[in-house]
Each structure stands twice: as C-alpha cells, then as structure tokens.
C-alpha cells in the first residue's frame, strides 16, 4: 500500500524527523503486528512500555536529569501523529496518557524528590502512569468532583472513586485530582496527589468494556481510607484545578495530533481500497465523485494538521494558547468524525465489517470528540475568549 502522508512541516528540525521516521518504523515493525492480539486481550503489554522506554520515546518532554529529553510539544505532536497511523486508537491512547498525559504533572511541578523517584522509571517505560480526573458524578465539570484528601498529620486520607481513567487497571503511578478544602468555592480547593499502585486502600472496582479503544485498559477506581505520605501532594494544595487546566493544554493538542494521524491514516487506506475495488466497469477512483470527496477529505485534515503545528508553536514559544488549543480540539477531532465515516462509506459493506481497519478507527474515533474537553466544552471555552 502506498503511504499517504502530508507535507512535512517546515518548524520540524532534523532530529524530529528523525523521530518520525523512528516511530513510524516502530509502529509498522513491532506494533502492527501484535496489535490485533493487543486488541482481543483489552490491553497492551508491558514489554512495549519498555521498548518505546529504550527508544527514548516515553520521555520526550520530561527533563533530562531525570531520564527524558527535554523536547517540545514539537515532540509530542510527532509522537502522537505516528503512533496513530497504527489505526489501532488504544494502543495510541495508553501510550500518550503515560508520556504525555499523567506523569507530565510530575515533570511540571513535582519535587526533586519526587522527579527522582517517579520520573527515571516512567522513561524507561517500567511504570506506567495514569491521570485520574473524571468521576461518576464530574466529567466535563472538573470543578464539581468529590474525592476527598483529608490532612491526618504527616499523612494524607484518601476517599471517593474515579472512572474512565487510561491505564487504569495496569498503571502503576496516579496522578489523583482530589478536594482538599471543602470549603473552598468550585475550582478553588483542589489538589493533586500521587498514588502508587498497592497502596491499601486503593483498588479497581472495575474494568471498563468500551466502544472503541479496546486496546488499551480503562477502570473505575475505588479509595477507601487511602494513606499516602504528606510529600505525595504535587505542587501546592489548593492549585490541583489550574495544574489540570494547564497539562489540558497539552493533552488537547495530542488530541490533535492524534486526530490528523488518524485522518492521514483513513485517507491511505481508503485510497487504497477504491483503487483496486471495480464497480460499473472501472476502479472506484475514476468516478469523479469519490476522488473529490477523498480530495475534500484530504483538504480538511491537511489544514487541521497546520493548525495543530500552529498551536505546538504556541506553545513552545510561551503565547497564550488557550483559545486556539480549545478551538483546536473541537476542530481537529471533529473533522476526524467527518473523515472515518467517510471513508468507511466508500469501503461499502466492507467497511462495515469487524476486523476491517476503517470499521475500527470509527469506533476508535468517537472518543476523541467527548475526552479531554467535549467539543461543546471546547467551543465555550473559545467563546468566552471571544
Ligand atoms: C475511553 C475513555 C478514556 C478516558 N480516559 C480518562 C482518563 O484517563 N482520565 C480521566 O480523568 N478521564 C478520562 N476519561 C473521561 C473523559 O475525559 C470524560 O468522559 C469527558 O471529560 C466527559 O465527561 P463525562 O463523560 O462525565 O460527560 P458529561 O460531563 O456528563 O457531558 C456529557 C455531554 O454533555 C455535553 N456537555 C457537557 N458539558 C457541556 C457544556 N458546558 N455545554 C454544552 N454541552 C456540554 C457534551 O456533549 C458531553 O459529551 C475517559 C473517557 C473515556 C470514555
């Protein structure tokens, strides 16, 4: 099959290229051919953590002293857009939530302290990281959650429960959102905590059976008088809300990124298929009206990729994103909604099928418009900044 890609962007140094060229060998040599067995199982194994670990790939934006690279959101758009040509979102997903998603609240405010013993391991891909935000009752209102810390000398006690939460099930560091001053209006009194996986007290109370993503693991989790050190507290208490507020940033635009990778992906196989697929005495491509349609398609995940390049400038260079990273969110994984069913029309019955790639990546894809910032939320988000 003929790659489909798009331009490189010029703002990409030699090393990001690189990088690409890495991950896509990776993606095509080592997960490709045991994603399917990753998705029958519900997870990934560990030994992959490991491997991406070894490459370098899980620390990209986590200090070197503490085992990363230092790198840009230049990096996690790279990785993020690569690992999602596999066309399987779970194995995507697991992996960003760890790089990029939860322990980067330890690289962005932890202590030395707790960098040293958190950060080494989680680049070398031996523990993995969960972030654990969404509860039954706050999904999208992140203000209104009810887990509970409250301060018990030199410890902190744990309760409540969360749900949806990446890696959840076989995670080994948690980044845990909850409210410490009950008193405090809304946002104000929220702090975040990191809970290692065997600390009593804390369980799974669950595995989730998703739509899509099936590869990777998802959980509710359960803390029942949870007791976690005083220097498990990340940051300073009462700030947990603006610290998830601020890592959102980056999550958004992987989200991003994660969706053109995807689009770039459904084009290729889609161009692929009406290619060699005859109907009325000709490939499916020569109809004028699926070659246009794949062209439109194309024209939209292209300027959804500039845009998510735009935003990671953005950031790298310190300008205020919110608006354009939000208004990046809602567009990037919105247009991938427009883009999978599209394709998957013009693989006919095919592509309605279980097993068939395309079928896969619109059920991965549903996802993208509801985590991380609802498209609704996204768009109110940009219109207050209006
Ligand atoms: C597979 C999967 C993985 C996930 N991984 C994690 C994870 O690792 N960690 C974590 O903390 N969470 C995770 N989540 C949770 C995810 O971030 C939430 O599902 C999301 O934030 C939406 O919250 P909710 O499901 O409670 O929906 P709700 O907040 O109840 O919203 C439901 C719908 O209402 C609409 N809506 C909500 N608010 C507004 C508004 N203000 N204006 C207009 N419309 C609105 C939107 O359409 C939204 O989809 C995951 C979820 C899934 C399904």
Redesign the pocket.
């Known amino acids: 099959m003929n790659e489909f890609d798009f331009n490189e962007p010029d703002l990409l140094d030699q090393d990001l290229r690189m990088i690409r060229a890495q991950v896509r060998r990776f993606v095509n040599e080592v997960i490709i051919p045991q994603a399917d067995a990753w998705e029958q199982a519900g997870e990934i194994s560990r030994d992959l953590f490991r491997e991406l670990g070894r490459l370098g790939l899980l620390g990209m934006r986590h200090p070197v002293a503490y085992g990363g690279s230092d790198l840009g959101a230049m990096a996690s758009v790279v990785l993020g857009e690569e690992l999602s040509r596999c066309s399987y979102g779970g194995i995507a997903s697991s992996i960003l939530?760890h790089s990029d998603m939860s322990v980067r609240h330890i690289a962005d405010r932890g202590t030395h302290e707790q960098k040293i013993r958190y950060l080494p391991a989680a680049c070398a891909g031996e523990k993995i990281g969960?972030?654990?935000?969404?509860e039954p009752h706050?999904?999208?209102?992140v203000a209104g959650l009810k887990t509970r810390a409250v301060h018990d000398g030199d410890w902190w006690v744990i309760n409540g429960s969360?749900t949806?939460?990446?890696?959840g099930v076989y995670g080994d560091i948690y980044i845990v959102a909850a409210r410490t001053d009950p008193e405090a209006r809304g946002s104000r009194g929220l702090s975040l905590f990191i809970v290692e996986k065997g600390t009593p007290g804390f369980s799974v109370a669950r595995k989730l059976e998703?739509h899509g993503?099936r590869a990777s693991d998802?959980a509710e989790l359960f803390f029942d008088d949870v007791r976690v050190p005083a220097d498990s507290l990340l940051g300073e208490e009462g700030k947990g809300f603006y610290y998830i507020m601020s890592t959102f940033q980056n999550e958004r635009l992987v989200a991003g990124a994660m969706s053109v990778g995807q689009c770039a992906k459904a084009i290729e196989l889609t161009v692929d298929y009406v290619k060699s697929r005859q109907a009325f005495g000709k490939s499916l491509w020569e109809q004028p009206v699926v070659r246009n349609k794949i062209a439109w398609l194309a024209a939209k995940s292209a300027a959804a990729r500039s845009f998510v390049y735009q935003c990671a400038q953005m950031i790298d260079e310190g300008k205020d994103n919110v608006r354009e990273v939000s208004m990046l969110k809602a567009y990037a994984c919105e247009t991938l909604q427009e883009v999978v069913h599209g394709c998957l029309q013009l693989h006919g019955g095919t592509g309605y099928i279980i097993g068939t790639p395309i079928e896969r990546m619109a059920r991965d894809a549903r996802?993208l418009t509801?985590?991380?910032?609802?498209?609704?939320?996204m768009l109110?988000e940009v219109a207050k900044r209006m």
């Open positions: 939530v969960a972030i654990c935000v969404t706050a999904g999208s209102d969360k949806f939460i990446t890696n998703k993503w998802t996802i509801i985590g991380g910032g609802a498209t609704e939320v109110e």
